[in-house]
């Protein structure tokens, strides 16, 4: 069973008697500065020169240095800048700026896991990683709750470094919601499995895979859009808020009928053989190999793919039909 943590196993003053840098004011980056002094702590904000988030960060009231001066002040360097960029940004901004004492912290354990990154010995190395996007992260702060998040320890050199991470998922109203223990290898792993398999990866190729099917039999794209696309917000939503079982209760014994007897013939056993290697494929470091290396020389695939996919005739229906309704915020 998960070990969870709540307001009262975590003391908000430790962090309190920290400086604490947060590196980079995207999503998670300006929820957790934002939150952090919110909650009393000595924040600064490490944002290169010129950077779009600067003006951001500084209208929100937060002090914004470079990276490398706000990881010199600080003793707890929070990196939140895009997972392929942070080994750069460690080696020219934080690796000469950390002392024996200091704390490095993570939102994701990608960089730590596969060794892009490698600390040193007298430092801690500790992950804080909401299960929600950072503007509900802020969100939830402001309004007294917070968002469950999963906190780790790579490396222990104080002693304390699980409380001093409860202690920074305190100050971002975390441990208000929940905190479940975890390890870098456990978070990063699953985390790359479930977006590759299921949630990202899994769902974009059932979600085209079923248009085409209609629009190839002869069907209107616009109906094969509403039944293959715009409908599954209304099943997750059923799962989110009661699993497959409110989801079952909800729809008709039809859909209910042909989800049993169907189902398992689309998600088969050479399905799952597949994910197995690809959950090989992420523990043995493969993926974040090439993902690196795709990164590194322009992302020729990756834009490839992205041109393919947004002139897929599912994007361009939807697009159209998406027009025709008004509570459908495409900013959201
Ligand atoms: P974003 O892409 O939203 O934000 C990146 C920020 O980093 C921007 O403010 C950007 O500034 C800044 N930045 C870019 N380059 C540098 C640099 N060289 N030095 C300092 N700052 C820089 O990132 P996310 O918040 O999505 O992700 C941050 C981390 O949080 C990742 O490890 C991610 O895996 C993790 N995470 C993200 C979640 C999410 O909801 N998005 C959920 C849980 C974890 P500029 O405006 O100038 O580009
Ligand atoms: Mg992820
Ligand atoms: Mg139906």
Redesign the pocket.
């Known amino acids: 069973m998960a070990e969870l943590f709540y307001d009262d196993d975590a003391d908000l003053s430790i962090i309190q008697g920290r400086k604490v840098a947060v ?8 929820a957790h500065a934002l939150s952090l002094r919110d909650s009393g702590v000595d924040v600064r904000v ?3 020169e ?5 003006v ?1 960060a500084e209208e929100q009231g937060l002090r914004v240095t470079t ?1 490398a001066e706000a990881a010199a002040e600080a003793d707890v360097i929070m ?5 392929p ?2 080994a ?2 460690y080696e ?2 934080v690796k000469d700026n950390l002392k024996d004492g200091d704390a490095l912290f ?3 354990g ?2 730590i896991r596969f060794g892009f990154i490698k600390p040193p010995a007298g430092i801690d190395v500790c992950m804080v ?6 503007h509900l ?1 802020r969100r939830q702060y402001e309004e007294g709750r917070g968002v469950p998040c999963i906190a780790a320890v790579e490396q222990d050199a104080s002693g304390n470094a699980f409380a001093l991470a409860l202690s920074y998922a305190k100050g971002i109203g975390g441990t208000h919601a929940g905190v479940i223990k975890t390890t870098f290898t456990e978070e990063t792993e699953t ?1 790359l499995f479930g977006e590759q398999a299921v949630l990202c990866g899994g769902t974009a190729a059932l979600v085209k895979a079923g248009f085409e099917t209609l629009v190839e039999a002869g069907y209107q794209p616009e109906i094969a859009y509403f039944e293959c696309l715009h409908e599954l917000k209304l099943i997750v939503d059923l799962m989110y808020e009661g699993g497959l079982d409110k989801m079952r209760w909800s729809v008709s014994e039809t859909a209910e009928w042909g989800d049993y007897v169907t189902g398992p013939r689309i998600i088969t056993d050479r399905t799952k053989a597949e994910m197995k290697k690809v959950l090989g494929e992420i523990q043995d470091g493969t993926f974040a190999q090439r993902w690196m290396d795709e990164y590194h020389s322009g992302l020729p695939k990756y834009n490839e793919y992205k041109k393919a996919d947004s002139n897929h005739k599912l994007e361009t229906t939807g697009k159209e039909l998406r027009k025709l309704m008004s509570w459908v915020n495409e900013e959201a």
Do not use: C, M, W
């Not at 590196?23 to 300006?30: A, P, W």
């Not at 010129?50 to 600067?54: I, P, Q």
């Not at 990196?79 to 997972?83: A, G, K, T």
């Not at 990683?129 to 950072?134: I, L, W």
């Open positions: 590196l980079g004011y995207g999503s998670q980056g300006h490490g944002l290169p010129g950077s779009k988030s600067r951001r990276p990196i939140l800048v895009p997972d960029i942070q750069t940004v020219e901004s993570f939102g994701h990608f960089n990683a909401p299960k929600g996007p950072g992260v985390d």
